[in-house]
């Protein structure tokens, strides 16, 4: 009966009515032993909204550490002692070299990411200068995550050429206290808004594990779907040494993909991007995103913790009979050996983080 009811639910989706609130709650009370009838069912929206395509995207920290924020999550958070100590910001050149190395990895976006609570007016002049240059020279679309903006500061990114922002509300708006409390939840969403008035796509989601209910899962899809981004980044919890959370127990892989799948069936449009964690949670399970709905991940390392190999992911992809959309215009074949930007070393000098980037 449920199986049955998992694929009506799932019918209902494709017939272009989107789910209500008891129908989500129903979904996620849904028992481990119909995880596969829950994934199948999200493969079908997936296809019937996206096809067989799947795409990904690179990003880089161009301005590391020292920020003002308190995120419970966050390395890059003054508040805490963690391996990222001091303020790193990246020459121009060098994020330009990192966007070049992202195009060849088969990402058809790539993204200036900022520590901090709010940029500056000359930071947004300067990034979004980069930003405009990157899409001449890499052929990529040009996004920035550069944190809280004014509407003139989206208007300002918007004529400079950045295409694209991200800027997660991170988790919903009840738990949202219990992580950050130097912002607030209204903040990031103004911010969005802001985004959107401006003409620029929005990237906005979420980061899990951190102590949330499903009951939080839920609320923050629905306010997302209020929102409609363009695309919806998914992030586990790496607790990392220093912050609030470092002792939190990880999710379960299939747990994950269950979040996954029921997001898919909740924002179907969405390009549901699967970033940070995935390595460490997913672990032989990766590639099972596609399974659960996903349509997209990042490629390369991420903010301050590396990724697997682009070639690798690119295999997965293959394997899996996916066809990898890419910014080139390639279908994500093995490219020449990538530039590699070290930005930040640990104390005991071993290099932690690498190029490309996110904590999306």
């Not at 607030?184 to 008035?197: M, P, S, V």
Request: glycine content about 8%; proline content about 4%; charged content about 25%.
């Amino acid at each position: 009966m449920s199986a049955t009811r998992i694929a009506s639910l799932a019918d209902q989706v494709i017939a272009g009515t989107a789910l209500d609130r008891s129908q989500a709650e129903w979904l996620a009370a849904l028992g481990r032993e119909y995880d596969h009838d829950l994934f199948r069912a999200a493969t079908r929206i997936r296809e019937r909204f996206h096809g067989n395509r799947v795409r990904c995207c690179s990003i880089v920290a161009a301005k590391v550490g020292r920020c003002s924020e308190d995120c419970a999550f966050c390395s890059q958070s003054a508040h805490y002692k963690t391996p990222v100590q001091g303020l790193t910001v990246l020459q121009p050149n060098r994020v330009l070299d990192a966007a070049l190395e992202a195009a060849r990895n088969g990402a058809d976006s790539f993204g200036i990411v900022n520590s901090g609570y709010a940029p500056k007016n000359d930071e947004v002049e300067e990034w979004g200068q980069v930003a405009g240059r990157i899409r001449k020279t890499a052929g990529v679309r040009a996004c920035a995550s550069l944190g809280v903006l004014s509407r003139e500061q989206a208007q300002r990114l918007a004529e400079l050429g950045v295409e694209r922002s991200n800027h997660n509300l991170q988790t919903s708006r009840r738990f949202f206290p219990n992580i950050i409390k130097t912002h607030t939840y209204d903040e990031r969403l103004a911010t969005l808004y802001h985004l959107k008035q401006a003409g620029i796509s929005v990237c906005s989601g979420a980061l899990f594990g951190m102590g949330e209910t499903w009951a939080d899962r839920l609320d923050l899809a629905f306010d997302l779907r209020e929102v409609d981004p363009d695309v919806v980044p998914i992030n586990f919890l790496i607790p990392i040494d220093g912050t609030p959370l470092v002792g939190i127990q990880p999710l379960e892989p299939m747990e994950c993909l269950k979040i996954i799948a029921i997001y898919r069936f909740l924002l179907p449009r969405q390009d549901i991007k699967i970033a940070g964690g995935r390595e460490v949670h997913l672990r032989d399970l990766q590639s099972w995103i596609f399974y659960a709905g996903a349509t997209s991940f990042l490629i390369g390392n991420y903010l301050t913790t590396c990724g697997r190999t682009p070639e690798a992911d690119r295999q997965m992809v293959r394997d899996l009979g996916l066809e990898l959309d890419s910014g080139d215009g390639s279908t994500g074949s093995d490219s020449p050996s990538p530039i590699r930007v070290q930005y930040m070393k640990t104390p005991d000098k071993t290099p932690e983080a690498c190029s490309s980037l996110n904590d999306a």
